[in-house]
């Protein structure tokens, strides 16, 4: 998934992993556009683990976040498929503008 986020880094989207949120810790978030990815592997078919990723999304839901899910197989079978998702959803969002222009050059005194 990793590399699936760069080029939206430099789009103007920054992605950060394993970002603690409330309770919870989301695997890949983007702040500034309110997203957060999650990549679910076998545990997470089990009833149990199915009614805590509906409490966790509805926790992250209640602050504003939108939850994109993924499976392992997605993201390692799909890719351009999850890629699309994903850009499909950042399209509703601006970049931040200070991530595409880059920082004046300081004259030597």
């Not at 702040?31 to 409490?55: F, K, N, P, R, S």
Request: charge should be neutral; include cysteine.
């Amino acid at each position: 998934m990793w590399n699936l986020l760069r080029p939206f880094r430099a789009a103007g989207y920054h992605f950060r992993k394993q970002v603690p949120l409330g309770p919870y810790i989301a695997d890949f978030a983007c702040l500034h556009a309110h997203l957060v990815i999650e990549v679910d592997g076998d545990t997470h078919y089990t009833a149990e683990a199915q009614h805590h990723d509906a409490e966790r999304d509805a926790f992250l839901r209640s602050r504003g976040f939108t939850v994109l899910r993924f499976t392992n197989d997605d993201v390692s079978h799909n890719p351009d498929g999850t890629h699309t998702v994903i850009a499909n959803y950042l399209a509703g969002y601006a970049p931040r503008l200070r991530a595409l222009v880059p920082p004046p050059i300081e004259k030597p005194l």
